[in-house]
């Protein structure tokens, strides 16, 4: 009789060993989890993202300047020649520059409010692009900004592939007088080099 209790005794002893230990093995595993699980909820949140990538150009403000040979045309706030490009259509006003061109012929984009001088106030206007951009527009006429020009008072872009020209305070294409004076780059008499001229009618 006491062996047998004895038996019983180490028998509940084993399955409270055994059911102890499952436990302990239970909590770790679930612990572990746990523990897994919460990684990737303390991941970084996401950033806002870049801001006005296409970096395109703006101005406050349309100024007029004079070239001898070239009369006078329109820049922006800092001096910058503004073209026109011949493919645009200026009623309604209509950009065909677009992808790759507007990497080199860079819209200016339109600001709320863009002050006159030297030129009708009430000729300033924009356009809405097919990009979804909002473009600055002279007499209807989108306008840009060309690559090539490094500083105010260049005019590299005048006359390229015959579609592109420096604006007028009119609307209108530059050109220049029929005695062929003056140059791109803001001298008199041709004396630029055959960089700043590529392009230029009566220059070869």
């Known amino acids: 009789m006491i062996r047998q209790r004895v038996v019983l005794a180490a028998a509940a002893g084993v ?21 897994g699980a919460a990684g990737p909820a303390s991941s970084a949140p996401a950033g806002s993202g870049d801001a006005d990538g296409m970096g395109m150009p703006t101005t406050s403000m349309l100024m007029t300047e004079e070239m001898e040979g070239m009369g006078t045309f ?5 001096g910058m020649t503004l073209y026109r490009y011949e493919m645009d259509q200026a009623s309604p006003s209509k950009s065909m520059c677009t992808g790759d061109c507007a990497k080199t012929w860079m819209p200016v984009m339109a600001q709320d409010s863009v002050k006159a001088m030297g030129v009708e106030q009430n000729l300033v206007g924009s356009v809405d692009r097919s990009d979804g951009m909002k473009q600055l527009t002279l007499a209807g ?7 090539g020009d490094a500083k105010a008072g260049e005019m590299k872009g005048q006359a390229k592939d015959s579609k592109w020209y420096a604006v007028t305070p009119g609307g209108e294409k ?9 140059s791109s ?3 008199s008499g041709g004396s630029g080099s055959s960089g700043d001229t590529e392009g230029m009618p009566g220059m070869s």
């Open 15 to 35: 399955t409270s060993a055994l059911l102890l230990a499952a436990c302990g093995s239970s909590g770790d595993s679930s612990s572990s989890t746990d523990s």
């Open 74 to 78: 329109v820049t922006d706030d800092k």
């Open 141 to 147: 006429r989108p306008l840009y900004r060309y690559m």
């Open 174 to 182: 530059a050109a220049m007088s029929s005695d062929g004076s003056g």
């Open 185 to 187: 780059d803001g001298t």
